[in-house]
């Protein structure tokens, strides 16, 4: 008997069968942790409000370290530029190559939105989440975007016309971009959120702004967040002693905190 059972021990077709065995296990232990089937990926476009987590959301003063950290993501994947506006001007140009952390005419979500369909063109990388967060720099330098304000309903705003420097108002910049990334990504939701109050610019200012991107927005079929109303960071507060941003305008590890929770409660349950 025992010789029966070593001799079947050391056949090779046994040999063989339990090395695949072990193989496949040792390929599954191996899978990336990423490979997470019902899990969204996310692109994050936006300012430095996004920006300042880092492009592989690493730096704990940036909500997107949040998010990267309560695995409610597969993948995330960053478009965002500090200095960016939604606003187009007449100078902008298709330029989704140009890098710069400052406020600049092709410095706008509209590039963000091409690198990312280039790269989705190119690769796997298609999102099924897309988070909007822009519109600090339009409400700051609003004199640098002279457009931004003109009425939305015009020729120049037409959603078939793709040039960024004929679409110049903050609801049309924010329609053409609305609309790309629609037609590239039909399956994507986008959620839109408003900029935070800052000690830069007066509530009334953001308050503005956030109104036409939540106005915009629900005219092309998402929703936004008012991170302006709704999570507590005040143009009062960080303006007499900062509490949620390091510098009046950008989040402190707290106020990162705060505002990952948020988007992350939304993402959890989108009808609240």
């Excluded at 090779?12 to 191996?30: C, D, E, S, T, W």
């Excluded at 993948?75 to 200095?83: K, T």
């Excluded at 509530?203 to 991107?213: P, T």
């Amino acid at each position: 008997m025992y010789n029966h059972c070593k001799s079947y021990i050391y056949d090779p077709k046994v040999i063989a069968i339990a090395l695949m065995m072990m193989l496949g296990v040792a390929h599954a232990l191996a899978k990336p942790k990423t490979d997470s089937p019902g899990k969204p990926r996310i692109a994050l476009l936006g300012d430095s409000m996004t920006w300042i987590g880092g492009d592989s959301c690493q730096n704990a003063t940036g909500w997107s370290h949040i998010l990267k950290e309560s695995g409610i993501a597969r993948a995330i994947d960053v478009y965002a530029r500090s200095g960016a506006t939604w606003t187009n001007t007449k100078s902008t140009r298709f330029n989704p190559s140009h890098y710069t952390e400052l406020l600049h005419d092709d410095n706008v979500i509209y590039n963000q939105a091409i690198r990312l369909i280039e790269r989705a063109d190119s690769s796997d990388a298609s999102p099924d989440l897309i988070i909007l967060f822009a519109g600090a720099n339009d409400a700051w330098f609003a004199s640098k975007r002279p457009g931004m304000f003109d009425n939305a309903k015009t020729l120049n705003d037409n959603p078939t016309i793709r040039q960024p420097n004929l679409t110049t108002s903050l609801a049309g910049s924010i329609r053409l971009v609305g609309y790309m990334l629609r037609e590239r990504f039909p399956e994507a939701t986008l959620l839109f959120v408003a900029p935070l109050q800052m000690s830069k610019t007066d509530a009334s200012s953001i308050h503005r702004v956030a109104d036409i991107i939540e106005e915009t927005a629900s005219e092309i079929g998402y929703k936004t967040l008012r991170a302006d109303k709704e999570t507590g960071i005040t143009h009062k507060q960080e303006k007499k002693h900062p509490k949620y941003t390091y510098d009046g305008v950008h989040s402190n590890p707290a106020g990162a905190k705060i505002i990952g929770d948020y988007i992350i409660r939304h993402i959890q349950s989108p009808k609240n």
